[in-house]
């Protein structure tokens, strides 16, 4: 069984968006995105899960704030999980940045992705790439408690939180 879950995991990370995005023009850091999942929210099947998500984002050489709301879990997979509390750092990397603007987060971005959560937390998240494949979040530190299992094609859904 064991084996079968690292094959899972390997097998939708190649399939994920992420590796196959266009590689003509390379990606450029803008930011850094902190979201924390919100507690007692959403709903977890066992083949579809989907919790509340507060973010915020910290874009380069800035002491500004842009703050987002939304939505993330499995779109399609395996989710098992108790007592879940998640927070997760992206690296925001973007193929097209223009200067005189703020960065658009928000969005649909999808990935592949495979935690076990016994107390502490293992496994991971691939880079999940927003659905026009301008932007790429790129996860940089996981923290999750409870106990738990998830596995499949990840999504996150964003939109401006004027907070």
């Known amino acids: 069984m064991h084996k079968c879950v690292i094959a899972s995991v390997i097998l939708l990370f190649i399939a994920s ?12 850091q ?3 995105l902190s979201c924390k999942l919100q ?5 977890s099947l066992l083949i579809r899960s989907t919790r509340y998500i507060r973010c915020e984002f910290t874009p380069e ?12 879990g499995i779109g399609f997979g395996l989710d098992i999980a108790v007592n879940r509390g998640s927070e997760v750092a992206y690296a925001v990397l973007a193929r097209r940045v223009d200067p005189h603007t703020d960065p658009q987060l928000a969005g649909t971005y999808s990935g592949a992705g495979g935690t076990a959560t016994f107390g502490l937390s293992a496994g991971g ?3 999940i790439e927003k659905q ?8 940089i530190n996981a923290d999750s ?3 738990g299992v998830t596995l499949g094609f990840t999504y996150l859904y964003l939109e401006n939180d004027p907070h």
């Open 39 to 43: 507690p007692a929210t959403g709903i």
């Open 30 to 32: 803008i930011g850094l």
């Open 61 to 72: 050489n800035s002491d500004r704030h842009i703050y987002y709301k939304g939505e993330t």
């Open 145 to 147: 408690s409870g106990a």
């Open 132 to 139: 026009d494949g301008s932007i790429t979040l790129q996860p």
């Open 125 to 127: 998240t691939a880079p």
């Open 17 to 28: 968006p992420a590796h196959a995005a266009d590689q003509q023009q390379p990606a450029e």
